[in-house]
């Protein structure tokens, strides 16, 4: 009788286990390693983050460079806003690579910043990819007064309605 409360108990404690480990990963996590090289080519493993299309863990030939990167993640993401317009002149593109150095066991950072209406700069044509390099983008706006008046009116109408509301109830 024991016997079968501890095969009970462990056959609960396994459905439990793989019941928690099934909700930690993701369904299907290996979509997220995009292999851009060709089967036998030399690759690095870049991993490629932020504002991108297609964020993920890129297999690319050795000797990529940023520009390929990025374009191998389908480009900068869209703006998240309810603009139908946006003044691209305004835009900033930020790009860090990340990269671990194990002889000085510290975190290595190249960043490069540029208006979407300029060139690139060369040093991002020239950087050279390494394995194991974190490619972050992040695409900046400067705020234009719509986005002050969506930060400000929201408390306006709080600080009304309570005045008005205040202003009732003493009547």
């Given amino acids: 009788m024991m016997r079968r409360y501890r095969i009970a108990i462990l056959f609960m404690m396994f459905i439990g ?9 993701p369904e299907n996590i290996s979509d997220r390693y ?3 090289a060709e089967f036998g080519q030399l690759v690095d493993s870049i991993n490629v983050w932020g504002d991108v299309n297609s ?46 150095n194990n ?6 950072v190249a960043f490069f910043r540029y208006r979407y209406h300029d060139p690139e700069p060369p040093e991002l044509w020239e950087f050279d990819l390494q394995n194991n390099d ?7 706006r400067r ?6 008046v969506g930060v400000i009116a929201p408390i306006l109408t709080v600080v009304t309605t ?5 202003e009732r109830l003493t009547e």
């Avoid at 520009?67 to 860090?96: H, M, T």
């Avoid at 974190?134 to 900046?140: I, K, N, P, Y």
């Avoid at 705020?143 to 002050?148: E, F, L, N, S, V």
Wanted: no cysteine; aromatic share 10%; proline share 4%.
């Fill in 162 to 166: 309570t005045f008005l509301l205040i």
């Fill in 134 to 140: 974190v490619v972050t983008l992040q695409v900046r």
């Fill in 55 to 100: 964020g993920g863990r890129y297999l690319v030939p050795e000797g990529t460079n940023l520009p390929e990167l990025i374009s191998y993640s389908f480009g900068f993401s869209e703006l998240r806003d309810r603009e139908a317009s946006i003044d691209w002149a305004k835009l900033q593109i930020e790009v860090k690579v990340s990269r671990f």
């Fill in 34 to 36: 995009i292999r851009v």
């Fill in 143 to 148: 705020p234009a007064i719509g986005d002050y």
């Fill in 17 to 25: 286990l793989t019941t928690q480990l099934s909700a930690q990963l």
């Fill in 103 to 108: 002889e000085r066991k510290m975190v290595e």
